[in-house]
């Protein structure tokens, strides 16, 4: 049975409540989702729409429904979501007529409440049809109103402004309410991403080639990990920044190497590819599920050079001898501040606290590892954040700490030429209006 638009807005409803309630990241929920309902593409397609576009202006739309409901606090959960997923209709999507998203929602109040909240429900919206929307140029403070446009919290916005400045701010923060380009990254020990871009076009995938990363393909259209190619190890899903750090490690045929943290190991198998199968990939992560996907993704694509291993890359040196290793990758774990476009939920469940402790897991890290690195060795620094107090701060205090240790300037040699501009010293900060990409920052640093 295929879902009518009612029933999407209804799946869309109960999925915003879950995420919210749950705290469960939206695109695992909203995958799984659409598989468990067998939608058809026109119903994912809008379902999506709903559920990204109703998470992404949360806090604009909430800016536009607080003047017509007067006691908000004691709506159940569910009414606000409704009404949100109804005004983000009637403002964004000009394809669906307002009484048409208004009716719905009378309805869906009507089955999901009683006759009193599906009166409320229609006498909010009828208002703010009849009314219009309050003006967001009536905010004042610069900050309070580019957090509302954009939905970004507030102490986000302004620890922003303080790191990067407010213009550079606005186009991150006006850059995240979009939706996120699916990129891939051709296994060149297959295939030629030529005769991968052929493939997909046959099987009717409007394909670009990624102007940045040599083997990398944007898809326009579809979903590429739905393919006979995929399964058969053509390619891997994975963003463009990200791809970038398998060139800063630069690592060779035949050499020793750790990926600290490797799940699901998209970058793992990409060390691997680059060293066209030679050598040893350590692939270490904490969870014994996590490890499986990395096993699964080298099987995959017939990589029998990574060797996984479920542990706490905080107690290596109990496990590996120390400077064996002729580079190291730690991709630490992070805010993800680079991501929401992917994950627009975690605006606002991340707090500023949760900088400050990852920074110092970061910093645990970054000790236990180093000792495993040969004299001479690189170790890359990788996070998917912005933020300077993650990135340029834990590895400045770690420089700082460790004098055997120094920033290694040859970073730029090594990187896609398209990139190499944004490079000036050991690191980048890759911003998501910059390359189109997630939010990515790498620092290269070399043991004396």
Not at 197 to 203: C, I, R
Not at 211 to 216: K, N, T
Request: charged share 25%; aromatic share 6%.
């Amino acid at each position: 049975m295929t879902a009518t638009k009612k029933n999407v807005r209804i799946i869309a409803m109960d999925l915003l409540v879950t995420i919210e309630k749950n705290q469960s990241y939206s695109n695992l929920l909203l995958n799984s989702t659409i598989e468990k309902n067998e939608l058809s593409p026109v119903d994912v397609g809008l379902l999506t729409e709903l559920t990204y576009g109703t998470l992404q202006r949360r806090m604009e739309l909430d800016f536009y429904l607080n003047p017509f409901i007067k006691d908000n606090k004691k709506l159940a959960n569910w009414i606000h979501h409704l009404l949100r997923l109804t005004l983000y209709q009637m403002v964004y999507l000009d394809r669906i007529p307002d009484r048409a998203a208004i009716f719905e929602a009378v309805e869906i109040a009507k089955e999901r409440g009683h006759k009193g909240i599906a009166s409320l429900v229609n006498g909010v919206l009828r208002n703010i049809q009849r009314k219009g929307l309050p003006s967001l140029n009536d905010v004042s403070d610069p900050i309070k109103r580019l957090s509302l446009e954009t939905s970004h919290p507030e102490w986000l916005v302004t620890r922003w402004v303080h790191q990067f400045g407010f213009d550079k701010t606005k186009e991150m923060c006006e850059i995240n309410l979009t939706a996120p380009m699916q990129t891939a990254r051709v296994n060149l020990t297959k295939i030629s991403r030529d005769e991968c871009v052929a493939l997909l076009e046959e099987d009717g995938f409007q394909i670009e080639k990624s102007p940045i990363i040599p083997e990398a393909i944007r898809s326009l259209k579809g979903n590429l990990a739905s393919t006979i190619s995929f399964n058969y190890g053509m390619f891997t899903i994975q963003d463009e920044s990200s791809m970038l750090a398998a060139y800063a490690l630069g690592a060779k045929e035949d050499e020793y190497i750790l990926d600290a943290c490797a799940a699901p190991g998209g970058k793992s198998t990409h060390i691997a590819e680059k060293m066209n199968n030679t050598g040893e990939v350590i692939s270490v992560d904490l969870h014994q599920h996590k490890v499986r996907l990395i096993n699964d993704n080298a099987k995959r694509l017939g990589l029998s050079n990574i060797i996984t291993s479920v542990a706490d890359s905080r107690h290596l040196q109990e496990k590996f001898k120390l400077e064996s290793f002729d580079r190291i990758l730690l991709d630490a774990p992070c805010s993800g501040l680079g991501v929401m476009r992917r994950k627009p939920d975690m605006k606002y469940t991340k707090m500023e606290q949760d900088i400050e402790r990852l920074s110092s897991i970061q910093q645990n890290l970054l000790e236990s590892v180093t000792p495993l690195l040969k004299k001479g060795g690189i170790l890359i620094y990788s996070t998917c954040t912005v933020d300077k107090g993650e990135n340029e701060h834990t590895v400045r205090t770690f420089l700082d700490n460790h004098p055997e240790f120094e920033g290694d300037t040859t970073l730029k040699s090594r990187m896609p030429e398209a990139i190499q501009p944004l490079i000036t010293g050991f690191d980048l900060q890759i911003f998501p209006q910059d390359i189109g990409s997630d939010g990515f920052y790498i620092a290269a640093l070399r043991k004396l």
